[in-house]
């Protein structure tokens, strides 16, 4: 028997909203408000959509959107927030930002800039044939000249004597230490006898 391919959900309805969400999140204690916004976002929508018993499971929010609501942290979400929200034939609703902030927009653009960079090269690869034998003979002799060369070069970086740290310092401090500890035995000593009498 013939598969069938799974189609894509049509649009069926397409709407932009401004949901306020101040009033439903000063409800609730500060450490749950952003949570409180995405409930509230998420029953808006499915009232004004005429979403089929209300069911907050097929509404979609949008990572960008999610990222909006959560980013000055959970305690402080926006009190506005402008959403375009598109019903499919599925019964279910996707949300979406509407005006997306100036860094998001350039990391878009700049993973769409990387994405196409890749395509190219790879194209170029699959463009390339395999060089005539002659050429790839001409070049292993122009590799053996060059590993020659780094050769002589490694040999006189090896030839030349590295210094040796002094150990004449180390053993200086050393004597320094023990005089400080004899003169101030001498001191204690001394402090001693100016006690005693």
Do not use: C
């Not at 980013?71 to 979406?96: Q, S």
């Not at 150990?167 to 500890?181: C, G, L, N, W």
Request: positive net charge; glycine residues 0%.
């Amino acid at each position: 028997m013939a598969t069938k391919k799974p189609t894509e959900p049509q649009v069926t309805l397409e709407r932009e909203y401004i949901v306020p969400l101040r009033k439903e999140w000063l409800k609730v204690p500060e450490y749950k408000r952003a949570s409180k916004a995405i409930k509230a976002l998420k029953q808006f929508i499915a009232k004004h959509m005429k979403l089929y018993d209300s069911d907050l499971r097929n509404v979609k929010i949008d990572q960008l959107l999610n990222n909006e609501i959560r980013f000055r942290g959970m305690k402080k979400p926006p009190a506005k927030i402008k959403v375009k929200a598109k019903k499919l034939d599925n019964n279910t609703i996707k949300v979406e930002l509407v005006n997306l902030p100036a860094h998001v927009k350039f990391a878009q653009l700049r993973k769409e800039k990387k994405s196409q960079e890749l395509k190219k090269k790879v194209e170029t690869k699959q463009e390339t044939k395999p060089e005539p034998k002659e050429t790839k003979e001409e070049d292993s002799k122009d590799k053996d000249s060059d590993s020659t060369e780094k050769e002589e070069k490694d040999k006189k970086t090896e030839s030349k004597p590295k210094p040796k740290p002094q150990e004449k310092p180390k053993e200086d401090k050393q004597a320094h230490k023990q005089q400080k500890t004899t003169s101030s035995d001498k001191n204690v000593k001394i402090n001693r006898k100016t006690l005693s009498r």
